[in-house]
């Protein structure tokens, strides 16, 4: 099924089979991640007729307008047949109403209840890539839902909308830690509040692109100190394959940088905190957060797995 001039995730595979072995998919059980068949050639890319490449949005766009095009490519991959669901989250200040986009990908039934992952990009109104990297990691989910077996997983490609579409590339304004759990008045905190408390999430995964950090950071917070073996260890190893890592203690934990610490949650869910430097290019922060992605997916089913055998 063709979404306008767009392709769906069948079809992508269909083109590019030429290219990879026939039927392959990623390698869920392997002790690694088979990244050629996630990645997407760039013949295949020039066929999307959306932003929704490793490029990134186009060069010189306004904020406004990459939100719009963004939230546009998504909602064209939102239907029955892709299993790709929008539920946005609103509320009403100063007479207008204030919405933060929010996707729902409902994998393949398993053995265990469904286990509820939030994803939250653009944090900071200037973060440009984390959105791009999360539509991407939706794309690989619809063009093979097994990789989701057993889990909800809820997307919010852009978590602070209103600083996402005035910030100017060099300042992102206010971003949301500075206002979270602190009774503020400003919309989005309060609608990532009521979220993480009414959704209850397992995990919670917030992408970040800062400037000051030599390489890629994975940061566990909370005190599920048995996930630093189990999960970070492994999606670290990972991401080194496509990414320098960031230098011991450039990346110390921040409380201040935690969408739950400062919640009386309960269930408290496990949080991660992606980090790639902003200076690198568009195409390797996407890359890199998007392998990530998969990575924290992977080893978390395997750490469900492991625990029901307890």
Not at 50 to 66: I, M, V
């Amino acid at each position: 099924m063709k979404h306008g001039n767009r392709f769906t995730g069948a079809q992508i595979k269909k083109q590019r089979g030429e290219k990879l072995e026939k039927n392959s998919k990623p390698q869920i059980e392997g002790k690694r991640l088979n990244m050629s068949t996630i990645l997407i050639d760039a013949d295949i890319e020039q066929k999307i007729e959306t932003p929704l490449t490793l490029a990134g949005p186009p060069p010189g766009l306004p904020p406004a307008s990459r939100l719009t095009l963004l939230t546009r490519a998504l909602q064209e991959f939102v239907s029955e047949d892709t299993g790709l669901e929008s539920s946005p989250v609103s509320t009403v200040h100063h007479g207008k109403r204030v919405q933060i986009e929010r996707y729902v990908f409902i994998g393949p039934e398993s053995t265990h209840h469904p286990f509820r992952l939030a994803f939250f990009g653009a944090l900071r109104g200037d973060d440009r890539y984390s959105p791009y990297a999360l539509t991407s990691f939706i794309r690989d989910l619809i063009d093979d839902p097994e990789l989701a077996t057993g889990f909800h997983l809820y997307f919010y490609p852009v978590a602070n909308p209103t600083q996402y579409v005035v910030a100017d590339g060099e300042s992102g304004g206010r971003d949301l830690f500075a206002d979270l759990w602190r009774d503020s008045s400003r919309p989005e905190p309060y609608l990532i509040e009521r979220e993480l408390a009414v959704v209850q999430f397992h995990g919670v995964i917030a992408l970040f692109t800062p400037r000051s950090l030599s390489g890629l950071a994975v940061q566990l917070h909370g005190s599920w100190s048995s996930l630093k073996e189990s999960l970070v260890g492994p999606v670290l190893a990972d991401a080194a394959e496509f990414s320098p890592l960031a230098a011991a203690g450039d990346w110390v934990a921040s409380r201040r940088l935690s969408l739950t610490s400062g919640g009386n949650l309960r269930p408290k869910p496990f949080e991660l905190s992606v980090k790639i430097p902003r200076g690198q290019s568009a195409r390797e922060q996407i890359l890199a957060l998007r392998v990530t992605l998969h990575s924290i997916l992977r080893h978390y089913r395997t750490v469900v797995a492991e625990s029901q055998h307890l």
